[in-house]
């Protein structure tokens, strides 16, 4: 988690939207090494998907980021909707 990742951004972004996005995949990242809200992965979703909307950009910045950075965005999230609300999720326990 030391070394800088390449971030999947658009050019289309602005600033602050540059931003969230690589806020959620620090996010992400974050809780593959350590406990991380379950409440803080879900707001930070929320915001990707109002700067994100299509489902196939979506999938094509996860397999980007999770190739990248050796996580899986798509099963921290589903085990952050499957949490309890202020539960800590660590995505290393998936596996």
Same mark, same amino acid.
């Given at each position: @988690?030391?070394?800088? +990742?390449? @971030?999947?951004?658009? @050019?289309?972004? $602005?600033?602050?939207? #540059?931003?969230?996005?690589? $806020? &959620?995949?620090?996010?992400?990242?974050?809780?593959?090494? %350590?406990? #991380? +809200?379950?409440?803080? *992965?879900?707001?930070?979703?929320?915001? &990707?998907?109002? *700067?994100?909307?299509?489902? /196939?950009?979506?999938?094509? +910045? &996860?397999?980007?980021?999770?190739? /990248?950075?050796?996580?899986?965005?798509? %099963?921290? *999230?589903?085990?952050?909707?499957?949490?309890?609300?202020?539960? %800590?999720? $660590?995505?290393?326990?998936?596996?």
């Amino acid at each position: @988690m030391e070394e800088e +990742l390449p @971030m999947p951004i658009s @050019m289309d972004w $602005n600033k602050e939207e #540059v931003v969230d996005v690589v $806020n &959620f995949f620090q996010t992400i990242e974050r809780a593959q090494y %350590k406990a #991380v +809200l379950r409440d803080d *992965i879900l707001a930070l979703y929320s915001r &990707f998907k109002e *700067i994100v909307p299509s489902k /196939s950009e979506e999938k094509q +910045l &996860f397999r980007q980021f999770d190739n /990248s950075a050796g996580v899986s965005c798509w %099963k921290t *999230i589903q085990t952050a909707r499957q949490a309890e609300p202020g539960e %800590k999720i $660590n995505s290393s326990r998936q596996k």
